[in-house]
Structures are given as C-alpha cells and as structure tokens.
C-alpha cells in the first residue's frame, strides 16, 4: 500500500519525476566518477608499483628512479650486498638511458632500459622472449613502427649523440628477440631494453659499473618495512623508496585531483540533495489536502512520513541508477584526456572502477535521498488536521 | 715591523700568501630557505654529490619562482650560482645546456615582421655547431602540456555541470510554474492570453536566472580567491589557479539566462497549453467535446 501510494504521487507528474531523476542521475555520475578519481590513481599506482612483484626502489640520494640523470657507482658490489641480506629474494639494477637508431636517412630515438633479464620488473615479453645475451634487444611496439623493423631483424644502434661532431657514440649492432610492454612507460613512448652490461659499455666509461636504480623484492612474509630500514643501514648514499612512500610522494604531487575529487563530489551530492528535498517539499505543499484527509482517516503519522520519505529515496535511488551507467561512460571520456598527460605511464587510470566506488556512491545517494526526504514529510505529518481541512475546503 | 706585515697582508701585496678570493655567492629559492632555515648570509657547502668534497658558498640573495605551470607539481629545491662556479663545480668544463637569445625589439612575438626570428632561428639551426634553436613560445608551449590536459579535464566537467545545471533549472521552473496553476487558470479565465502569461514566466524566469548568475558569480570569485590561497600555499607559487575574468562572467551570466529562458519558457507552455478549467480543478475534462458529439 505504502508504495503504490508513493508509485501513484510520483505517476501524477510524470514530467516532473522524470526531470528530477534526470538530474539525480547527473549528480550520481559526476559523484560517481569523483569517487573514482579520488581513490582510482592511488589503486592504479599502487597496482602498477606491484606489478612485477617488487616492493622497495633505490634510487640516486633525494631522486626518484629515472626522475634526474644521476646514477649510482660501485653497482655491482651493492648488488651483491643487497642479494646478501636473508630478507631480499630478489635485485633487479636498472641503468636508463636513450638509443639512436639511424634508420633510412633519420634517426629513430628511444628510452633505453639496462637491465638483468632473469630479475626484470620493467616490462613483460608480448613476443619472442627477453634479451639475455650482450648483443640483444626487446622493444616496445611504438619502436618498431617508428623503425620500420621485426622481432629477428638486426639494427645498428648508439647510445649517445655528440651534438657538436655530429657523431653517434657507443655504436653497437644487435638482434632484436622480442617485443614487450613497458610498464612504466608513457603512451606511445619508444622503449627498448637491453642487458645491463651491453647498455654500460655502449655509455661508456662514464657508466662503468653505474646504474640508475635498483628495485628489490623481499621475502614472502619478510617486514618490507624492515627490510627497508636495513637496506638504508647498508647502503646510505641511496633513498630507498618503499612502495607506500612512492604512493605517497605521488599523492603528495596530484594532490590536487583528490581535492577536486572531493570538492566536487560534495557539490554532486549537495545538488542531488536540494533537487529533491525541493520537489518532494513542492509535492507536499501542493497535496496538503490529501495529506490530511489521510490523517483525518486514522493513517497513522509514522506512515505519513514514510510515504514521503519513500518518494525521495525513490527519485534519488532510480537516479542513481541510471547515473552510475551515465558516470561510467563519463569516466571513460574523462579518463581519455588525462591519460594524455605528458610522460605518465599508459597504465595509469585516473578513474579506475572499483565495485566499492559504485557502492559508496549508491549508499551516500540513497543518504542523501532519505535526508531529502525527512523536512517535506515532518512539514506534512505535522500540520494541524482541522484547520488544514477547514482552509482547503474554504480555498 | 709586524704591523707593516700585517696590513701588508690585509692588503695582499705578499706575492707568496695565496691572493683574496671574494667569497662566492649563491641565490637560493626560499622553499629550501625556508625548509632549511638557511638565512641571508649564511655559508653553505655545495657538492656535486651527496656528501662529497664540495665549495663553500654564501647566500646572498633569496628568490621566488616564477609562475610557471610546467613547475608547479615539481618539489625539488633551486640554487642560482655563477656559470663559471657551477661548471667548475660540476666538472661541466667550458658547456653550456642552453642559450637564450632576446630578439631585436621590434622582433618580438607577435610583431607582424617575424620573418627576421624565423630566419635567425634558422640560420643557427643551419650552422655546424651542433645548436638546435627553438622559439621560446614553443617550448612554452610544450612545457604547458600539463596544464593544458587539466585545462581540457575541466572543460570536460564545466560541460557536465552545465548539463546539470539545465536540468536543474527547468526543474524549478516546472515547479515555480506548476504550483502557480490555479493563477494561471484564473487568469486564462479572465481573457488575459496564453502569449502574456508565457511572457511574464518568461521575465521571472530570467530574473530568477539573473539574480541566480550574480549570486552564482560572487560565490565564485569567493572560491578562487580561497583555491588560489589554498594552492598557493600547497605549492608554494604564485601562481594564478583560478581566475575570474570578465569574459567568463559574461560567459556564466549569458548562458545562466539563455537556460532560464527556455525553462520558464517549456514549462509556461507547458501550463498553458492546458484547459484552463483542467488547470482549476486539476482533473482531466474527458468528456466528449459538443462538436465532437455532433
């Protein structure tokens, strides 16, 4: 009964439902995608981090890894310290850099990644396999297309570039053995890897035992925490950057989309709110009549209330409902223009859709729409019956 | 005899003691001063690396970034030293990473004459010297990517909000309108035509939609004036955040009444358009009509 009679009031003006709902459902996607953004970048980096297992990253004292052109010396025997320690299963050294492949009268230029292909955490083979040998190369897709080139061909490549000679340095050919998706890379970015040794020898003496970074991977079970604090014993010219506190350094700098996350989805909410509050306040207004006859009748006052709290929830809810579609077709496009953003890594999504999210929205929606409702029907359950009769009669 | 020897040195005309050296001086930014707590005066050591050898500077000045987007989001810290010092100090020895040319003054950006510009740029892009010569306006250009996806990223939301927004205001003009019926059918009664009652919800649509703008407009500029001191501070710029300009408040205030416009006027149709004994009793006259019976 109680909600046949909210179905039949909200029936009565379709027009009016319809426009509220429709409003809901804009608030409910803008919240929606603002839930997302606030948590999906964190949830997103956070993933991507972990994504090949390792927890911990050492990097040249006050960088993050890659972030300056600083490298850090005597890599080898910090390696072997670091491999040493009971709580570290695994070390994998990174030197970046860039290769120039002359290629047809131009010169095809990538992001160079050094590395130890058993330990790799930088990419993951889509084709072939990892370059093990001095005179291998994987490379991302983006490369090959730029140079012309397939998995088995042989390139000519240099690692550095004297402007002034105009002359390739640390020329060196090699075989291309695979294809591979560079985790950390932006879209569209050139990227090859390469044994670490072949990478130092073609910098030259200034990358004689240098690398860019480490990343570590500890123990199943092991305190990353711990294993943190010992490596920074160990070895105290690095940072040693945990996967929380690279989180938190990356909060730290998009900070400014959680605050608009915030500000905005407080506004959606705030919007959806009065949209209902006010058009279930104007519905009761309008019925005062009826609303009174109800009680004169013997309807209780408590079901008075809900009746009308049930209208609002109602709106509110099958707004809802529509927007969470509306907001995640939203979140796409949205999601499209920040993915451009100059050098962030393909992987990144700023609005990564987490059931969770859906479901928060929902609740604050469904919140929001029993609050709308609770001024209208205290207004009507608590009119005075006679006079209210008396004046609707009179006019 | 001692005296004469020490003003002698005071002096440095003693070939054999090593000859004065001014101190030499380095700008800081006034985030690292302030994280720091370094001071006007103060020595400091510079190396090249964490803990290696180093020289010994003295700040003399403090300086503020300047409102760059492409170095809001960037921690780190700036010291301004000397070219000569820093090359030495870096073992950089007699390089550079880039020069920056000031053109002739009737060459500036914008002038309609920048031929003599292109042809420069070209002509050092020509030379054998291993320069690549860029335009400033277009590495300005590529150093503000960055703002301008967030810039895209906003549009994006002001269109959302804009979509909200109309739907919230046919909304209330629906029911500003509908909980007036029983006037509006009394004054259809009374003769006064569905044109004059469309026209005067039309006027107090706009005004709702105007008094709406200006009240919308100042709640605005009180919010960039609180971002701007917010974000400010977060980032330690002067830069701008938020700004309210003139084209964006004719841009806020036009749309405001176009959309107030077309509510009031769907929604008095709306009203009009209906019986106006329908409009009075609010139930649907389903009787046939005398001509239909006939």
Redesign the interface.
């Known amino acids: 009964m109680l909600f046949r009679l909210a179905w039949a009031t909200l029936a009565r003006h379709r027009a009016r439902t319809l426009l509220a709902m429709l409003g809901v459902a804009v608030s409910a996607a803008m919240l929606l995608d603002m839930v997302m953004l606030s948590s999906g970048m964190r949830s997103s980096f956070k993933n991507l981090l972990l994504a090949r297992g390792f927890q911990i990253r050492l990097a040249p004292k006050g960088t993050l890894p890659l972030d300056t052109d600083a490298t850090i010396g005597n890599a080898a025997e910090i390696a072997s310290a670091l491999r040493a320690m009971p709580d570290v299963a695994a070390v994998s050294p990174v030197l970046g850099g860039q290769l120039h492949v002359p290629r047809d009268g131009r010169t095809v230029t990538a992001t160079a990644l050094g590395g130890d292909a058993q330990w790799q955490g930088d990419y993951e083979i889509t084709d072939g396999r990892e370059p093990r040998a001095p005179d291998e190369i994987a490379t991302s897709d983006d490369f090959l297309r730029a140079a012309n080139l397939r998995v088995g061909d042989t390139l000519s490549a240099a690692a550095g570039y004297d402007p002034q000679l105009r002359a390739f340095s640390g020329m060196r050919r090699l075989r291309i053995v695979g294809r591979a998706h560079f985790l950390y890379m932006a879209a569209e970015q050139r990227a090859v890897a390469l044994p670490l040794a072949t990478l130092q020898a073609m910098q030259g003496e200034a990358a004689r035992d240098r690398v860019s970074f480490f990343m570590v991977r500890a123990r199943q079970g092991a305190s990353v925490d711990s294993v943190l604090r010992r490596i920074e014993l160990a070895v105290p010219k690095v940072s040693a950057i945990s996967t929380e506190s690279a989180i938190r350094q990356v909060d730290q700098r998009l900070s400014y989309f959680r605050q608009l996350a915030f500000i905005l989805g407080t506004v959606s909410l705030a919007v959806g709110f009065l949209l209902v509050t006010t058009l279930v306040t104007v519905s009761v207004n309008e019925r005062l009549g009826e609303i009174v006859v109800m009680r004169a009748i013997g309807v209780a006052r408590g079901r008075v209330v809900s009746q009308i709290v049930l209208e609002g929830t109602a709106i509110m809810l099958a707004g809802a409902v529509a927007g969470l579609g509306l907001g995640l077709l939203t979140a796409r496009y949205l999601n499209s223009i920040l993915a451009s953003f100059p050098g962030l890594p393909a992987s990144i999504d700023f609005f990564l859709f987490e059931p969770r999210d859906a479901w928060a929205a929902l609740g604050m929606l469904v919140a929001a729409g029993i609050l709308a409702g609770i001024y209208p029907s205290w207004r009507g359950a608590s009119v005075p019956i006679a006079m209210t009769l008396r004046e609707e009669a009179v006019g | 005899m001692f005296a004469a020897l020490l003003a002698a040195v005071a002096l440095q005309q003693i070939d054999s003691l090593p000859a004065h050296r001014a101190p030499r001086t380095v700008v800081v930014d006034e985030r690292l001063a302030a994280d720091a707590g370094v001071k006007l005066g103060d020595q400091l050591i510079v190396s090249r690396t964490?803990?290696g050898a180093g020289d010994t500077v003295v700040v003399s000045a403090f300086m503020r970034r300047r409102a760059d987007p492409s170095e809001v989001?960037r921690?780190e810290y700036r010291v301004r030293m000397h070219l000569g010092e820093l090359q030495s100090l870096i073992d950089y020895g007699d390089r550079m990473d880039r020069f920056a040319l000031l053109s002739h003054p009737e060459q500036r950006e914008g002038s309609a004459l920048p031929s003599l510009t292109d042809s420069a740029i070209r002509r050092i892009n020509g030379a054998?010297?291993?320069?690549?010569a860029h335009r400033s306006r277009d590495i300005a250009v590529e150093t503000s990517?960055?703002f301008l996806?967030v810039s895209?990223?906003h549009r994006?939301?002001g269109v959302?909000?804009i979509?909200?927004s109309a739907?919230?205001l046919?909304?209330?003009m629906?029911?500003k309108v509908?909980?007036r019926r029983r006037d509006v059918a009394a004054l259809r009664l009374m003769g006064i035509s569905a044109q004059s009652i469309t026209r005067s919800v039309m006027v107090e649509a706009s005004v709702v939609a105007v008094v709406g703008s200006v009240v919308g407009l100042l709640i605005g500029w009180i919010a960039t004036l609180i971002i701007n001191w917010h974000?400010r501070g977060?980032y330690r710029t002067p830069l701008a955040f938020a700004l309210v300009t003139p084209q964006i408040a004719f841009f806020a205030m036009t749309l405001s009444l176009v959309l107030g416009l077309l509510a009031g006027y769907v929604a008095a149709r709306?009203l009009v358009s209906m019986p106006p004994l329908e409009l009075l009793t609010g139930r649907r006259d389903d009787r046939p009509s005398v001509a239909a019976a006939h």
Request: net charge neutral.
């Open positions: 964490p803990g989001a921690a054998a010297f291993g320069f690549q990517q960055t996806v895209r990223f994006a939301i959302i909000t979509v909200a739907i919230f046919l909304c209330i629906l029911l509908d909980e974000y977060v709306r």
